[in-house]
């Protein structure tokens, strides 16, 4: 049986002024589980990932066509409000990004300016995200620390438990673990594994292991083009593509 | 000669010229503190100037320095505040923004003389708003906001790009994102950056002398209703302030002590500019420590 799509992309270009760094996508994403993306530095991938939640709107002279739908709704329509759109589909960024507040307030954050003033909602959120982002145990005895006191790795959690307080649907992690050690990392893989019954979850990846660890879904990019997407353990044991092969055996890239 | 005794060298001649300056420096600030503090008292910093007769204070000048700060900044650090946001966070890159930052540049190389005249001419003439308080106000926030504007803007600019989007990935609004995440953030540096301005405001004489006048009219510390003539509030007397009136008394000065009073009013602009200044790095220290460290 087909599963249900949460994301659908058609023939998505993006320019950077005259640079086309997508070259006509086609992909979609089913609902829940985690779905890689791996390729070769500067193929696109982050590129793709920000067209998800319409971060690279913030970026002067880029341009996009093709059709980006969640839930059947198009994302890029003018009736699209982009603040909505990122409260359900949140972002995990390479470089852990904690502000500088408390790692309570960086948690609840988001619930509070979407107007969320009940103290006992928002303690409860707090603890359940962090245990979801598996850094509960590290820092319960401390929640009105600065956030920017954790470590590289706590930091990152505490940033995934940012997101997952607002309940999205799904989450963009770009390269969410290559700036961690490796102990780190396997928490967050993890974790990862724990979230994806409920969420969506689409990753960017350089670590191979790391793909066919923990996705149930990759697809391979290279220079702005789709190659080849599949369930991982096809792409991984049998693909049929000669350039994911020859990507995925380190012939190049 | 090789690397290593090159680098020796360089070194050198910068310690040497890094040393000239400290000495430079502790050699003024020492001569303008040890002439100028003996004169300092209590009675000194609280009694009004006297003409013609020796014993004169600088009470009515200090209050008016800080008087004339404060309406200083309240004027011009909103208008800062908000030009400095839109350049860093909204105004598009083009050629009219190139023109208001090429237009704040060449303000704030406007010499504080002209920005005086420039006062007088408009505001105590043309607006009919005589030297008054108010009239210097308005000058030195032309002479500030230059500064100031920058300062907030490259604060802001400071503040990785990566907090900016952590914001908006969260579906924070541009607005929010950097009124309570971005500003915040910045607001070590920003004070800072008042802190600085506020000393340098304090010391100006120039850009004074012909907006907010010459002349200390005697205040009546009692009253406090700003719509009174004597009133220290009031918005529409001419204020001498410290620097202007340190200028003045060497320029025109007959009373018998002009010496020691120039002295002693140099030495508590010194001092009250120090403090600022201290003050500031201290005051962003802080603050720096208290966003990044636990509470
Ligand atoms: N802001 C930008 N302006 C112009 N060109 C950009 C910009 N961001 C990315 N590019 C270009 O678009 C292409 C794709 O970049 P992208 O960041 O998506 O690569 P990537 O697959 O994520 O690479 P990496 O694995 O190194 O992160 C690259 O050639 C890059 O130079
Ligand atoms: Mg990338």
């Known amino acids: 049986m087909e599963k249900e799509k949460i994301i659908t992309s058609q023939n998505v270009h993006l320019y950077y002024g005259e640079k086309e760094a997508l070259k006509g996508i086609d992909l979609d994403f089913p609902k829940n589980g985690i779905h890689a993306l791996i390729g070769p530095s500067g193929c696109g991938k982050s590129t793709y990932l920000r067209c998800l939640n319409r971060m690279n709107d913030l970026i002067d002279n880029v341009k996009i066509t093709g059709a980006i739908k969640l839930d059947d709704e198009d994302i890029y329509s003018p009736k699209m409000d982009t603040v909505e759109l990122r409260k359900r589909v949140g972002m995990v960024f390479q470089q852990p990004n904690p502000f500088p507040f408390s790692i309570y307030e960086n948690v609840v954050y988001g619930l509070r300016i979407a107007g969320v003033k009940d103290k006992n909602l928002l303690d409860e959120r707090v603890e359940t995200s962090l245990k979801q982002a598996a850094v509960w145990d590290d820092v319960k005895d401390d929640l009105h620390k600065s956030a920017l006191a954790l470590s590289g790795g706590q930091q990152q959690r505490v940033c995934i438990a940012r997101v997952l307080a607002v309940k999205p649907e799904v989450i963009l992690l770009d390269e969410p673990t290559s700036a961690l050690d490796p102990v780190s990392s396997n928490k967050v893989e993890e974790m990862l594994l724990t979230l994806k019954n409920e969420y969506t979850c689409i990753i960017v990846t350089h670590n191979m292991q790391q793909a066919s660890r923990i996705s149930d879904t990759t697809s391979f990019f290279l220079n702005g083009n789709l190659i080849e997407t599949g369930p991982t353990k096809q792409i991984f044991v049998n693909p049929t593509k000669k350039e994911t092969d020859d990507y995925l055996s380190g012939r190049f890239g | ?295």
């Open chain 2, 1 to 295: 000669m090789n690397t290593k005794k090159v680098n020796k060298l360089a070194l050198a001649v910068i310690k040497l010229i890094a040393a000239v300056v400290v000495v430079i420096l502790a050699f003024l600030l020492g001569k303008i503190l040890l002439s100028g503090l003996p004169h300092v008292s209590w009675h000194f910093l609280t009694t009004p100037s006297r003409s013609f007769t020796a014993g004169g204070g600088i009470g009515i000048q200090l209050f008016n320095s800080f008087y004339l700060l404060i309406l200083t900044l309240l004027i011009s650090f909103p208008l800062s505040l908000g030009a400095g946001i839109y350049l860093a966070e909204y105004a598009p890159k083009n050629r009219v923004t190139e023109g208001v930052r090429m237009a704040i540049e060449v303000l704030s190389s406007l010499p504080s003389v002209v920005v005086g005249l420039f006062g007088f001419l408009l505001f105590v003439v043309q607006f009919k708003m005589g030297f008054s308080i108010i009239s210097g106000a308005i000058a030195l926030t032309f002479f500030n906001l230059p500064l100031l504007t920058r300062n907030v803007e490259d604060s802001l600019n400071n503040v990785p790009k990566l907090q900016r989007e952590a914001g908006l990935a969260l579906g924070l609004s541009k607005w929010h994102t950097v009124t309570k995440i971005i500003l915040p953030e910045a607001l070590p540096g920003i004070l800072t950056g008042i802190v600085l301005c506020a000393g340098r405001v304090f010391g100006e004489a120039a850009a004074l002398i012909y907006t907010a006048g010459q002349s200390a009219t005697n205040i009546d510390f009692s009253n406090w209703n700003p719509f009174d003539e004597s009133s220290p509030l009031n918005l529409f007397r001419p204020a001498e302030t410290l620097a202007v009136h340190i200028w003045k008394i060497n320029s025109e000065g007959i009373m018998p002590d002009a010496e020691q009073i120039s002295a002693g009013a140099s030495a508590v602009l010194i001092v009250a500019v120090l403090i600022f200044n201290l003050s500031a790095r201290y005051l962003g220290n802080r603050l720096y420590k208290r966003l990044t460290a636990s509470k």
